[in-house]
């Protein structure tokens, strides 16, 4: 029986299949083999790297269908979004197809940014989506996805309660208490291992890289960088 409140019950079905598999195809066989959840979409939490991966390729058949053949959801990232902000590589794992044509973006977890990759992302994201004057991403989207507005997303953790954290749009969502009279709302960034990209109400982000082991709860926890942040520029008027 798979368990709703347990959000890793079920996150390693058939994984090596699926991480091993070189080509969409191989892909998308793989994953389609894993058996179904007993509940609907957006009614449990579960973080998947296949979803997000499916998520990249439906994107990248779409820009495909709209702009012909050679058209690379990566190539299109890169060219509307990251080396406009001066991210000039960011380098990004494809499927290896076997007619040797360009694979479709790994968007799960196969980008390598730098530190200051991160920085310059996390500025856009804080001045809303503008550089130098140049609205670059979806003003609204982005104020849902940094909880400024009334749209949240689904509880995680292992009582699935809203208060103990939300996940929505790839974003990390936590209650932060920067002093006795002021609780907040953290979003942030997460990566394997304990990376971090902490989007902080005053203004600031806080990027942390890190080798932690799976499963260290200090390197889960992005309350440390919040009170860093805190210190520096208080996160309360």
Not at 27 to 51: C, M, S
Not at 82 to 88: A, E, K
Not at 93 to 98: H, V
Request: glycine fraction near 8%; aromatic fraction near 10%.
């Amino acid at each position: 029986v798979t368990e709703p409140n347990d959000q890793g019950d079920g996150y390693l079905v058939r994984y090596d299949a699926w991480y091993t598999a070189e080509s969409l195809e191989e892909k998308l066989i793989a994953l389609l083999a894993a058996t179904n959840h007993p509940w609907g979409p957006g009614e449990v939490f579960r973080y998947r790297d296949q979803d997000m991966f499916v998520l990249g390729a439906a994107m990248h058949g779409f820009l495909r269908a709209m702009e012909g053949p050679q058209a690379n959801l990566w190539h299109f990232l890169l060219e509307e979004i990251y080396r406009p902000i001066g991210v000039r590589h960011a380098p990004m794992g494809l499927t290896l197809e076997p007619d040797e044509s360009v694979g479709t973006p790994q968007v799960e977890d196969c980008f390598y940014p730098t530190v200051e990759d991160l920085a310059r992302i996390s500025i856009l994201f804080q001045n809303d989506g503008m550089y130098q004057g140049r609205q670059i991403l979806h003003k609204e989207k982005l104020r849902e996805l940094l909880y400024q507005t009334d749209v949240r997303g689904l509880p995680f953790g292992s009582d699935s309660r809203p208060e103990a954290g939300t996940y929505h749009m790839a974003t990390w969502h936590r209650p932060f208490e920067a002093s006795e009279d002021c609780t907040m709302e953290l979003s942030y960034m997460s990566g394997w291992s304990g990376q971090k990209v902490i989007l902080l109400p005053n203004g600031l982000s806080a990027i942390r890289v890190s080798r932690a082991e799976p499963g260290d709860s200090a390197a889960s926890d992005p309350s440390g960088m919040a009170r860093v942040g805190h210190r520096i520029r208080p996160l309360c008027k």
